[in-house]
């Protein structure tokens, strides 16, 4: 398998556009992660999915940010309008649950640089 | 929810000196604790993990050990080596949070040739 896929691996962006980032997570896994990464911050969980369906997404900043999963290889992570604090390194990461009571391992994309001017 | 705290945020250390990066967390629930080592431009990849049911679990350099009563674990990498330089993430998880991870602050882990 190729590993977690994200594109693009840069953007740059204008203050105000509209920016979408793409992740295809490691077939067969059944969770999918969004995760924003910033020196102040560090890395923080944005929403993850299981099955494809919202589990949690109170680590998403403002209705600005919205994802979608709309099947097991496919998700984007939207920022309308972007600002210049979303300037970010933002990875992608997906798990299997085995069915097991401990096995979280999670598999992280390249990640996508953000740079909003 | 679970809180992950992690020290030192940076470290130096001579090649072939012992490196130590402790991690405390706050939700006695948690039962996975993996590490993971970011390289400059990549993802976080996972290095090792333990699990609530052990105490010390070893692969080749590094090793980590958790004490459950005292809610932190750490890892140790010995004999380190120009390429151990990375930043360092510990996390812990509880199998009732589904797969999510809660992840500490970070160790820049730099190893002087």
């Known amino acids: 398998d190729a590993g977690v896929i994200q594109s693009p691996r840069h953007e740059v962006t204008e203050m105000g556009q509209e920016v979408t980032l793409r992740c295809k997570p490691i077939?067969?896994?059944?969770?999918l992660f969004w995760y924003r990464q910033t020196m102040m911050r560090g890395l923080e969980l944005l929403i993850y999915?299981?099955?494809?369906?919202?589990?949690?997404d109170s680590g998403m900043p403002e209705d600005r940010f919205s994802a979608k999963m709309p099947n097991a290889s496919f998700s984007t992570l939207k920022i309308q309008p972007s600002e210049p604090r979303d300037s970010a390194v933002y990875f992608c990461?997906?798990?299997?649950?085995?069915?097991?009571?401990?096995?979280?391992?999670?598999?992280f994309g390249p990640g996508t640089r953000l740079t909003v001017l | 929810g679970e809180n992950v705290e992690q020290h030192p945020s940076t470290l130096s250390v001579q090649e072939g000196d012992s490196a130590v990066i402790k991690c405390t967390y706050s939700d006695s629930a948690s039962n996975y604790f993996p590490w993971y080592k970011q390289e400059l431009g990549k993802g976080p990849q996972l290095i090792i993990d333990i699990r609530s049911n052990v105490g010390e679990k070893k692969d080749q350099r590094i090793a980590v050990t958790l004490n459950k009563t005292a809610k932190h674990f750490s890892l140790h990498i010995t004999e380190t080596q120009p390429e151990d330089s990375a930043v360092y993430f510990c996390a812990a998880s509880s199998y009732n949070a589904g797969n999510m991870l809660t992840f500490g602050g970070g160790t820049r882990l730099m190893v002087k040739p």
């Open positions: 077939s067969g896994h059944d969770y």
């Open positions: 990461a997906s798990s299997l649950n085995t069915g097991t009571s401990e096995d979280n391992e999670q598999f």
């Open positions: 999915f299981n099955n494809n369906v919202p589990i949690d």
